[in-house]
C-alpha cells in the first residue's frame, strides 16, 4: 500500500488549494485517514481527519476553512483549503490506518504519504 499526497504550491494569503492523497495497493478496507501538516522546527500536528463512519474532526486553527473528504472506494482523500494564512504554512502528509490482510489476521496498519509543500505568502 502506498499514499501519494499531491496538490501543494505557493498561493497567497487567502487563497485556496486543494489537496489530494491517492492510495493504491491492495487493503480491505479503512478505519480512518487523516492529513497532518509539519512546519520547520514544528511537530507534526493534526489537521484533519475522517473516519470509516464518516465522521470528521479538524484542528481549531482551520476549523471553518478547511474540509477533508473522500471517494466512496477511500482511494482518494482530499483536503480543500480556502482563506489560507501563512501560519499554514508546512508540509502536509496524508495519513491512514488500513485494513489489511495478513494471510488470516486482519489488522490495520498505519500508511504515511511523501508530503506536500503548501506555501502561503504575505
Known amino acids: 500500500v502506498q499514499l501519494q499526497a499531491s496538490g501543494g504550491g505557493l498561493v497567497p494569503a487567502g487563497g485556496s488549494l486543494k489537496l489530494s492523497c491517492e492510495v493504491s495497493?491492495?487493503?480491505?478496507?479503512?478505519?480512518?485517514m487523516a492529513w497532518y501538516r509539519q512546519a520547520p522546527g514544528n511537530q507534526r500536528e493534526l489537521v484533519a481527519r475522517?473516519?470509516?463512519?464518516?465522521?470528521?474532526n479538524y484542528a481549531d486553527s482551520v476549523k471553518g476553512r478547511f474540509t477533508i473528504s473522500r471517494d466512496d472506494s477511500w482511494k482518494t482523500m482530499t483536503l480543500q483549503m480556502n482563506s489560507l494564512k501563512t501560519e499554514d504554512s508546512a508540509v502536509y502528509f496524508c495519513?491512514?490506518?488500513?485494513?489489511?490482510?495478513?494471510?488470516?489476521?486482519?489488522?490495520?496498519?498505519?500508511?504515511w504519504g511523501q508530503g506536500t509543500q503548501v506555501t502561503v505568502s504575505s
Open positions: 495519513n491512514g490506518d488500513l485494513w489489511i490482510q495478513h494471510g488470516t489476521l486482519l489488522a490495520t496498519d498505519t500508511y
Open positions: 495497493g491492495n487493503f480491505v478496507g479503512v478505519r480512518d
Open positions: 475522517i473516519s470509516s463512519g464518516g465522521s470528521v
